[in-house]
Each structure stands twice: as structure tokens, then as C-alpha cells.
């Protein structure tokens, strides 16, 4: 592979636009290069998952697989009309999601984004792709666009889901952890008088 980045300072970003892959110019707060910039974000917290030493070695290899399709993703989106992610991605998400579905209890309450680090880390991976799938409907209402990038982000961030209540039962030393459920009489209690205190 040649070298693809020469110069990382060019100082052309410097009034406020940004170049695509196609050489067109573009201001940085327009609907694609925001898509591209939650995107690259999603793929930052993903990588910061990857520091976490507990996850299993097939979670491991799953997540360095989407941060390559994200990086697929970003690709596309920096060059309207090109198409780089590929069919295959998609259904990896979804034969990931099948995979780890059948894997954990079905749920009886809401859980919280909470648990262990790398449980909670996975939620807030979900929840930046949410964001960046709102940023590529944003996108596709004002430029055509083909739906695959909005279907990925769409299953990605409910694999993330599911990864999470994964890593919240998962423990280095092979015991189950515990996921966190929301209570509505949790707020109720707190905000019940409280006895007054003995001086």
C-alpha cells in the first residue's frame, strides 16, 4: 500500500471548510461531513472498548471487524455517491446478533446503561450510533443516498445493546456479573419526606 497522507497540518481547513474524497469543499457544519464526524467518534469509543482486557476473545474479534466496516462507512460518506460498504457487513451484524440473542435471558425490566466498565463503555458506544444513524437520516433527506450506511448504524447500535448485557455477565475469572434495573419507586423513595434527625 503507498503512503496515503503526506501532510497532516495543511491549514486549508482553516476557513471553516472541509474537503471530501471527491476534492469538493464543503462547510464543516453540513449535514455530511457531521455523518462522517459521528461516525469517526463511534469508531474512537469502539477502539476504547478494545482497551478493556475482559472482553472475549470473540466480542474482541467482532468489534475490531466493525471498526473496519465503520472505517468502510466514513469512506462512503466522504464521497457522495461511492459505495464502499459491502452487503456482507450487514449480515454479519445481523448472524452477531442472532448469535449473542440466544446467549441471555429475555428481559423482564429496562436495564440501565451501568454495570461493569466494559458493559457500560458498550452503552455509550450505542448511543453514539444512534447519533450518527440520526446524522446519516439527516443526510439522506437533502442528498440520494443508498440505505445501506443508515441500515448498519441501525443494527450496529442494537448488536452494541446486546453486547452489553454480554459484557455485564461476563467476568475475567468466569463468574456472572449483574445487570442494573431501573426501578420507578426508586425515584418515589427519594423523594419521600425524610424523618427528622436526633440532634
Sequence with gaps: MGN????????TGDDGTTGLGDNTR???????????????ELNSHIGLLLCEDVL??????????????????????SIPGYELLQDDALLQLDQALAHYNATLPRLQEFILPAGTRAASQAHVCRTVARRAERAVVALQRSEAMRPAPR???????DLLFV??????????????????YWSSQRLARAQAPQPPQDD
Excluded at 26 to 40: F, N, Q
Excluded at 151 to 157: A, G, H, K, T
Aim: charged content about 30%; overall charge negative.
Design 4 to 11: 496515503r497522507l503526506s501532510q497532516i497540518a495543511t491549514r
Design 26 to 40: 464543503v462547510s464543516k457544519d453540513s449535514a455530511r461531513p457531521h455523518a462522517m464526524g459521528d461516525v469517526d
Design 56 to 77: 472475549p476473545d470473540d466480542v474482541r474479534e467482532l468489534l475490531i471487524d466493525v471498526q473496519h466496516q465503520l472505517f468502510n462507512l466514513g469512506g462512503e460518506l
Design 151 to 157: 441500515q448498519y448504524l441501525n443494527r450496529l447500535s
Design 163 to 180: 453486547l452489553a448485557r454480554v459484557l455485564n455477565r461476563h467476568r475475567a475469572d468466569g463468574s456472572e456479573g449483574a445487570e442494573v
